[in-house]
């Protein structure tokens, strides 16, 4: 999300860095570009306006930070504002204490509400929470069915009947009670468009279960129509908060920078795929660094330490500690990095990417040629690459579907990491990295027991 408005940044923080004083006019050019950013990434006109005059009125009669230059100070304001259009910070999950704490998710047919109910429970299970999904969706047809599918899939329990939505919400929330568990997520029937039938409906459920949250799931790529869908629902059913989707599909990014501004309630969660783990707390000030190009440092290790499976870290920390690093570990690290998403979005967290790197097509597919052509080897190959010779490397290339000369770049680059993991220091920076912080107290952990 917001690739086209982070080059339009880029290029002008950088004509704003190379000027060493900024005149009132340098101000007012560097303020049209803006603006023009925005309106092109689709953000409503009132919330550009708004922006680019909170901009204004912060740089005029300025008395510049003496630790900043004045590029560095608009810079600054742009980031702080982008922070505040966002919803300037994130929304706290508080729970009832009484439970069942009771959410409600409303939307549009099409949205991927279910998929985000199924998506949000896994989240909350994340949190140590026991939810218990409720299929009040009984309009579109194999809906409970594609829940209960889910709901096996992140092991958790679906209730659901074939009565009426509200009754089902309601005996949902009942058999929450009886069987002890402490959160109710509501999935409800939607539209492809609104009408009074909808509206009718998720208000009746509303009023049956009394919802601590309602959050309103809104598809990314439909653009202002999202912001409109989301206002009308938050005037039927006081909306706690958005959860916005498909973002890895949005180029532009108008949907999240103009909800907060027009319907008054903050984005709570992103989804940023279609797999069950691609579900985000949403940061405005994370974000917002994200859009101005100084990428989410914090958000990667928050994935990489809820995604990696720290048994495997620890292993491969404790080999590379005694000197060996072999090309089953190098394996074992790809795996860990499926599971945090697509290269391409963790990319786009780094900070000081360049632009040609950020914008790459960034293949998965290279993981899974790699990925062949290790699990062709043996395994004493795979110990000692060197004793792959030119008879092994066609064989090796033959059984990945690749070719001699794909296997000879893996084995050079493979050489080049081993001699990296070699050079003195390394291994303090490696434990700063995400991921490696919870291995290395496992790690010690077994050590001791040992």
């Given at each position: 999300m917001?690739e086209?408005?982070?080059?339009?940044f880029?290029?002008?923080?950088?004509?704003?860095?190379s000027?060493g004083?900024?005149?009132?006019e340098?101000i007012?050019?560097i303020l049209?570009?803006i603006?023009i950013a925005?309106?092109?990434?689709?953000?409503a006109?009132t919330?550009?306006?708004?922006f680019v005059?909170?901009i204004?009125e912060r740089?005029?009669?300025l008395?510049l930070?003496k630790?900043?230059t004045?590029?560095q100070?608009?810079?600054k304001?742009?980031?702080?504002e982008?922070?505040?259009?966002l919803?300037?910070s994130?929304l706290?999950?508080?729970?009832?204490?009484?439970?069942p704490?009771?959410i409600?998710?409303a939307?549009l047919?099409g949205?991927?509400?279910t998929?985000?109910?199924?998506k949000?429970?896994r989240w909350?299970k994340?949190q140590?929470r026991?939810?218990?999904?409720v299929?009040?969706?009984?309009?579109?047809p194999?809906?409970v069915e594609?829940?209960r599918v889910?709901?096996s899939?992140i092991?958790?329990a679906?209730f659901?009947?074939q009565?009426?939505?509200?009754?089902?919400?309601r005996?949902?929330?009942?058999e929450a009670?009886?069987v002890?568990r402490d959160?109710v997520i509501?999935?409800?029937?939607g539209?492809?468009?609104?009408?009074?039938i909808l509206?009718?409906e998720v208000?009746q459920?509303?009023?049956a279960?009394?919802?601590?949250?309602t959050f309103?799931v809104?598809?990314?790529?439909?653009g202002?129509?999202a912001?409109h869908t989301?206002k009308?629902?938050h005037?039927t059913l006081?909306?706690?908060g958005?959860i916005?989707?498909?973002?890895?599909?949005?180029?532009r990014?108008?949907?999240?920078?103009s909800?907060?501004?027009?319907v008054g309630?903050?984005?709570a969660f992103?989804t940023t795929?279609e797999?069950i783990?691609e579900?985000e707390?949403?940061?405005?000030d994370?974000?917002?660094?994200?859009?101005?190009?100084?990428?989410d440092?914090?958000?990667?290790?928050e994935?990489?330490?809820?995604?990696a499976?720290?048994e495997?870290?620890?292993?491969?920390?404790?080999?590379?500690?005694?000197?060996r690093?072999?090309l089953?570990?190098f394996?074992a690290?790809?795996?860990?990095?499926k599971?945090m998403?697509p290269?391409?979005g963790l990319?786009?967290?780094?900070?000081?990417?360049?632009?040609e790197?950020?914008?790459?097509d960034?293949?998965?597919?290279d993981?899974?040629?790699?990925?062949?052509i290790?699990?062709?080897?043996?395994?004493?190959?795979?110990?000692?690459p060197q004793?792959?010779n030119g008879?092994?490397?066609?064989r090796?290339?033959?059984?990945?579907?690749?070719?001699v000369?794909d296997?000879?770049n893996?084995?050079?680059?493979f050489?080049e990491?081993?001699?990296?993991?070699?050079?003195p220091?390394l291994?303090?920076?490696?434990m700063?990295t995400?991921g490696m912080?919870s291995s290395?107290?496992?790690s010690?952990?077994r050590?001791t027991?040992?």
């Amino acid at each position: 999300m917001f690739e086209n408005l982070t080059d339009r940044f880029d290029v002008i923080l950088k004509k704003i860095k190379s000027r060493g004083r900024l005149t009132k006019e340098d101000i007012e050019e560097i303020l049209r570009e803006i603006r023009i950013a925005l309106l092109e990434a689709d953000v409503a006109l009132t919330v550009v306006q708004d922006f680019v005059s909170e901009i204004r009125e912060r740089c005029t009669g300025l008395e510049l930070s003496k630790s900043l230059t004045p590029a560095q100070q608009v810079i600054k304001y742009v980031n702080e504002e982008l922070t505040n259009v966002l919803g300037g910070s994130p929304l706290k999950i508080s729970y009832s204490p009484k439970p069942p704490t009771i959410i409600l998710l409303a939307g549009l047919q099409g949205s991927g509400k279910t998929t985000t109910v199924a998506k949000l429970a896994r989240w909350f299970k994340q949190q140590g929470r026991h939810p218990l999904l409720v299929g009040a969706d009984l309009a579109r047809p194999a809906a409970v069915e594609q829940l209960r599918v889910l709901g096996s899939e992140i092991g958790v329990a679906v209730f659901s009947e074939q009565s009426d939505p509200v009754s089902v919400a309601r005996r949902g929330v009942e058999e929450a009670i009886r069987v002890g568990r402490d959160l109710v997520i509501i999935d409800t029937a939607g539209r492809l468009s609104i009408d009074e039938i909808l509206m009718e409906e998720v208000r009746q459920v509303s009023a049956a279960v009394n919802p601590h949250y309602t959050f309103l799931v809104i598809d990314a790529m439909t653009g202002q129509d999202a912001v409109h869908t989301a206002k009308a629902f938050h005037d039927t059913l006081a909306l706690d908060g958005i959860i916005l989707t498909k973002v890895d599909g949005d180029a532009r990014g108008g949907a999240a920078l103009s909800v907060k501004k027009i319907v008054g309630r903050p984005i709570a969660f992103v989804t940023t795929g279609e797999r069950i783990n691609e579900l985000e707390t949403f940061y405005p000030d994370r974000m917002a660094s994200r859009i101005l190009g100084m990428g989410d440092v914090l958000s990667l290790i928050e994935k990489a330490e809820a995604e990696a499976d720290q048994e495997v870290n620890a292993k491969t920390l404790e080999r590379m500690r005694g000197g060996r690093f072999t090309l089953d570990d190098f394996y074992a690290q790809l795996q860990q990095m499926k599971k945090m998403g697509p290269l391409q979005g963790l990319v786009s967290m780094l900070p000081g990417m360049p632009k040609e790197v950020r914008n790459a097509d960034i293949n998965d597919k290279d993981i899974v040629r790699i990925e062949a052509i290790i699990t062709s080897m043996t395994l004493a190959e795979r110990d000692n690459p060197q004793v792959i010779n030119g008879s092994r490397r066609s064989r090796i290339a033959k059984g990945s579907g690749t070719t001699v000369t794909d296997v000879n770049n893996l084995l050079k680059q493979f050489a080049e990491m081993q001699k990296l993991f070699k050079s003195p220091g390394l291994m303090n920076q490696i434990m700063k990295t995400p991921g490696m912080r919870s291995s290395k107290k496992n790690s010690k952990n077994r050590r001791t027991k040992r």
